[in-house]
């Protein structure tokens, strides 16, 4: 069964750094998401990329953190200047087409750790 | 997307069957029940979803009441391998982008 991908597993920055955590999409679906859960806490909706563009955004979704699609299969979360409260899993999710009830699928994640 | 409320943690043995609780009193007419789970040091997973009536997949059942204020995530038999937190969403109709809200869920552990 097709899976979505995420590198690095484990990536370790200073803080103040700017770092770029990739995901790989399942190939023919077309809404894109980043989640984030920090350690003991909820998982929380980051940002929605449909069409090449942002579809919705939270408020921890701030200019800090920007999303692209560079090419046909990659899907990439930047933070430009980390801080220590980003240091948390991050998800991505791919959902095939526009029908809500489609359902989203998740890759096993980036933990993000900042010193 | 409507609020729902569920038991922080429950306890199984192995081969039973598990219901797991989720109260949605203010769920609105045009909201979806889905339901996901995630196992340890993974990312969510997609279990099931529905809107009225009951529904079966390979994963588990959903029941949902005829008020549709409540519904219940049945696992026939537990296995070691469904100990994971499990999470009831609701999605309205209009939600065509899609973002699901987590609450804490329900932390299920299987006892073998």
């Known amino acids: 069964e097709p899976e979505v991908t995420q590198t690095p597993s484990h990536q370790v920055t200073q803080m103040g750094q700017e770092v770029i955590l990739r995901c790989v999409p399942i190939s023919n679906h077309l809404y894109f998401y980043w989640y984030r859960q920090i350690l003991g806490q909820k998982v929380e909706f980051l940002v929605s990329?449909?069409?090449?563009?942002?579809?919705?955004k939270s408020e921890i979704f701030d200019d800090q953190f920007s999303v692209e699609r560079p090419d046909g299969s990659n899907f990439t979360l930047k933070i430009r200047s980390t801080k220590l409260e980003d240091s948390a899993m991050y998800f991505c999710?791919?959902?095939?087409?526009?029908?809500?009830?489609?359902?989203?699928?998740f890759g096993d994640g980036t933990r993000l750790s900042i010193l | 997307d409507a609020k729902t409320t569920q038991p922080n943690s429950m306890e199984s043995n192995e081969e039973e069957p598990v219901h797991l609780p989720c109260n949605h009193s203010t769920i609105s007419g045009t909201d979806y029940i889905h339901w996901y789970r995630q196992l340890p040091s993974q990312g969510p997973e997609y279990v099931i979803h529905g809107l009225t009536s009951n529904v079966n997949n390979r994963m588990a059942s959903l029941a949902i009441a005829e008020d549709r204020k409540s519904s219940t995530l049945i696992l026939h038999r537990a296995t070691l391998r469904d100990a994971a937190v499990y999470y009831c969403?609701?999605?309205?109709?209009?939600?065509?982008?899609?973002?699901?809200?987590f609450g804490q869920g329900t932390e299920l552990s299987v006892k073998p």
């Open positions: 969403i609701l999605r309205d109709v209009g939600n065509q982008g899609g973002k699901l809200i």
């Open positions: 999710a791919s959902k095939p087409w526009t029908g809500f009830n489609q359902p989203q699928h």
């Open positions: 990329f449909y069409n090449n563009e942002i579809s919705e």
